[in-house]
């Protein structure tokens, strides 16, 4: 009754899975998956346990929860909104839940590799259980980054003139972002003031750029920078919403490094200011070697005096 698990065989197994009308079986001897009709047609015994055995167990329920998980996981807020609102519909939950990730390639291609790299680990424990039965040792899995194989499908590029109007556009929406979030949390508009370094000190391409667009050549995000002496100066990291999550700004940050290198320029020292609703970023920036050096501080008067 023992046999190997090979690629061909996971493969077998996992499109079987997925087929919630057919009944499959697993041929032990021969290593490939039969449908129970194939079985009686070939006037073989399907009750044979020494030969046929079950597959994983997997219901529509499981892909549910996937896909629930999957949804909790995500970092990308806008696209967790709209999926999860996908996942409440009940009836056609699975086709909301496909239509919504259509409109989003890269989150889409993220959800398959997840979705495979979870199956895999299904059949892994299914196999391993056998393999304690059979009396020999369990076998691990093999780690998978699905970010990078998002991030596949950008492309990383210097920035020129010629992206200067859709770096300007993401520029704009950043900060339309920025104040709306201002109000929402601190009650009243953002002071002037606190945009005029931005929107003043904002242009492109400076003297160091890179852009990142989709495969389909959409302008996705971009890193701009500029040297004062031996300090380089991020001045905008920005990234549309519906890429965010996926590591894009962290790999524009990694090529400007890789930039800095190739280019050996005289570079001691650099530095980024991070919005606070975007303080989560924090951990990239200290996983990459940045450390804190200065924080703002705002209070509303009002609350200050009650």
Not at 62 to 87: C, I, Q, S
Not at 270 to 286: D, M, W, Y
């Amino acid at each position: 009754m023992q046999f190997d698990l090979d690629e061909a065989l996971i493969d077998q197994i996992l499109f079987a899975m997925e087929d919630q009308d057919g009944d499959f079986l697993l041929d032990t001897q021969e290593g490939i998956v039969h449908t129970l009709e194939e079985i009686e047609e070939a006037g073989e015994d399907s009750e044979n346990e020494d030969r046929y055995i079950p597959l994983p167990n997997w219901s529509s329920n499981d892909g549910f929860r996937l896909m629930e998980k999957f949804t909790a996981g995500l970092k990308n807020p806008p696209v967790k909104n709209e999926l999860t609102h996908a996942l409440d519909r009940g009836r056609g939950v699975f086709r909301a839940f496909k239509d919504t990730l259509s409109q989003y390639p890269e989150v889409e291609k993220l959800w398959y590799s997840f979705k495979e790299r979870e199956m895999r680990r299904t059949v892994l424990d299914w196999y391993n259980a056998l393999r304690e039965e059979w009396g020999l040792e369990r076998i691990g899995e093999e780690p998978e980054d699905t970010e990078d194989l998002v991030l596949e499908d950008f492309r990383f590029r210097p920035g020129t003139t010629e992206d200067t109007e859709a770096a300007k556009d993401l520029h704009r929406s950043c900060i339309a972002e920025l104040e709306t979030n201002f109000e929402r949390n601190q009650g009243g508009p953002i002071p002037a003031f606190l945009l005029s370094g931005s929107q003043q000190d904002w242009h492109f391409p400076a003297s160091m750029s890179l852009v990142a667009e989709t495969s389909r050549g959409d302008f996705a995000g971009y890193i701009s920078a500029h040297q004062y002496e031996n300090l380089l100066s991020i001045e905008a990291l920005e990234v549309y919403t519906e890429y965010r999550g996926l590591g894009l700004a962290e790999a524009l940050l990694t090529r400007l490094f890789e930039m800095v290198q190739q280019q050996k320029r005289d570079i001691r020292y650099l530095q980024i200011a991070l919005p606070a609703q975007f303080e989560g970023f924090s951990r990239v920036l200290h996983r990459t070697g940045f450390q804190v050096y200065e924080s703002r501080y705002l209070c509303r008067l009002n609350k200050a005096l009650e």
